[in-house]
């Protein structure tokens, strides 16, 4: 059987895979609810959805740093990574152990393609297309939604220390598009350093989000911002809805609602 992976490099499986070892938190959470629960044998520390796994899986470090003798130990048929949250090394070592599959996430499509992926290869289509299904009326209705929004830009933090953003090509600018949040960093690469001092200068956002994840922002940060912004509002966002991939959609659009009712 080949796969092929988001970055276009192909893998030869012989049969369909059964253990599964996901280095991905979003992915994990996909793979439950695609029914998989069984097959997975090794999450990270990271993979916190559903919560039980962390008591029922092998943990096996985190998305930077595996314990690789814990992935071998597990024998998997499968591991599953991601470009953005695993690094070329992670990859390279767990090509030694299984076949490795890397996805690539940018868009909503992107995902879609993922979950009809795993539909397929870990023989579980009807309930693939029961979430894409599901994902696809939620965007058709959330586009009709947005139609009587008003656009507003946007910076949306991920760091401190230094301070960084979400930039251009990634997921979190898409869904951020999505909703009509013009990013003033769209035009950088793809997490910036910043000055806050220049925040201003560099698109004078109506609005500063705070992403819950990676780095837990406190009021204190947001006063921090607050001194270099002229009139923009700072909100708290779930980062889960904006950087998590896969069956995290089907919240994330309800989710996006509300968040527009609160910064009305």
């Known amino acids: ?13 012989k049969q369909t895979p059964k253990r599964i070892v ?16 069984n ?3 090794g999450i990270t520390k990271f993979c916190v959805h559903p919560y039980h796994l962390k008591q029922t899986k092998e943990i096996v ?10 992935i071998k130990a597990l024998n998997p048929d499968i591991i599953l990574c991601n470009k953005e949250e695993n690094t070329k090394e992670i990859v390279e070592t767990c090509l030694k152990i299984a076949p490795v599959h890397v996805s ?24 693939a297309a029961k979430i894409i299904q ?3 009326f939620k965007l058709n209705d959330f586009k009709t939604f947005i139609k009587s929004i008003e656009s507003k830009k946007v910076a949306y933090f991920i760091w401190k220390d230094p301070w960084m953003v979400a930039g251009n090509n990634t997921y979190i600018n898409h869904l951020l598009q999505l909703n009509k949040f013009v990013n003033i960093y769209q035009n950088k ?8 001092k220049k925040i201003r200068l560099e698109g004078d956002p109506d609005l500063v989000f705070l992403s819950s994840e990676p780095y837990p922002f406190k009021e204190e940060h947001a006063f921090e911002i607050g001194r270099y912004t002229h009139h923009a ?19 994330a659009l309800d989710y996006f609602k509300k968040l527009h009712h609160r910064i009305v």
């Open 233 to 251: 509002k700072t909100v708290f966002v779930d980062g889960e809805m904006f950087s998590w991939h896969g069956s995290r959609l089907i919240k």
């Open 189 to 196: 690469e793809r997490y910036p350093e910043i000055e806050l």
């Open 22 to 37: 996901s280095l991905v938190p979003s992915q994990t959470e996909l793979l439950f609810d695609l029914g998989l629960e």
């Open 104 to 127: 690539e996430l940018n868009t909503i499509d992107d995902t879609l393609e993922l979950i009809q992926f795993y539909g397929e290869k870990f023989s579980c289509r009807t309930e």
């Open 61 to 70: 470090g985190g998305t930077k740093n595996i314990k690789i003798d814990k």
């Open 1 to 13: 059987m080949e796969l092929s992976n988001q970055i276009n490099k192909i893998l030869d499986l």
């Open 39 to 41: 097959n997975i044998v």
């Open 134 to 136: 599901k994902i696809n």
